[in-house]
């Protein structure tokens, strides 16, 4: 948000929109939505052999998100 400020980006830009991983980072999916951005959320579908490569390699870049998943959880409840 704060670099969205420093940039000039307007919060209702229809241009700006931050799309998530479903049940990923829901405090920063709900900040940026309380502060009036756009965010989306998506979930991959297939066949388990096509979409589990994809969430592990997700799951290895975004290590820092499980150690707020907890408040995630509690977020979405």
Do not use: C, W
């Amino acid at each position: 948000m704060a670099k969205a400020h420093e940039l000039g980006v307007e919060k209702v830009n229809e241009k700006v929109e931050f799309a998530q991983l479903y049940g990923m980072s829901e405090a920063l999916s709900y900040g940026l939505s309380n502060a009036g951005f756009r965010v989306s959320k998506y979930m991959p579908f297939g066949a388990v052999e096509m979409t589990m490569p994809y969430l592990i390699r997700r799951a290895e870049e975004n290590r820092g998100v499980f150690t707020a998943s907890g408040f995630d959880r509690q977020l979405t409840r």
